[in-house]
Nanobody, 126 residues
Framework: VQLQASGGGLVQAGGSLGLSCTASGRSFVSYAMGWFRQAPGKERAFVAAISWGGRNTDYADSVKGRFTISRDNAKNTVYLQMNNLKPEDTAVYYC????????????????????WGQGTQVTVSS
């Protein structure tokens, strides 16, 4: 499966951005999906994940209450709505797909993911 992320950009602190990730090549429905981010000089880190059908989600503590992950299986797309952005949210954001998952699972371990998008830059100015 190929993943194409979009929607990054420059925003002031307190602002909002929405990211999208569209999958192609194989059926999207049975994949758990996740968002990760990598800031300069840091390792790639978990941000949010969503199960097959979208019923279950999980978030990193640093984004809880500010970010929302969702998916539209009919459009093969997963979204990340980011509100009340902070300068520390500045990073390259990656979407990822986990094909070896059970129904309802919400993988947070980076090693669980099989496919990755190319990344989209999010910059939050203070």
């Amino acid at each position: 499966v190929q993943l194409q992320a979009s929607g990054g950009g420059l925003v002031q602190a307190g602002g909002s951005l929405g990211l999208s990730c569209t999958a192609s090549g194989r059926s999207f429905v049975s994949y758990a999906m996740g968002w990760f981010r990598q800031a300069p000089g840091k390792e790639r880190a978990f941000v949010a994940a969503i199960s097959w059908g979208g019923r279950n989600t999980d978030y990193a503590d640093s984004v809880k209450g500010r970010f929302t992950i969702s998916r539209d299986n009919a459009k093969n797309t997963v979204y990340l709505q980011m509100n009340n952005l902070k300068p520390e949210d500045t990073a390259v954001y990656y979407c990822a797909a986990d094909e070896n998952t059970v129904s309802g699972a919400v993988p947070i371990d980076i090693r669980a993911y099989d496919y990755w998008g190319q990344g989209t830059q999010v910059t939050v100015s203070s």
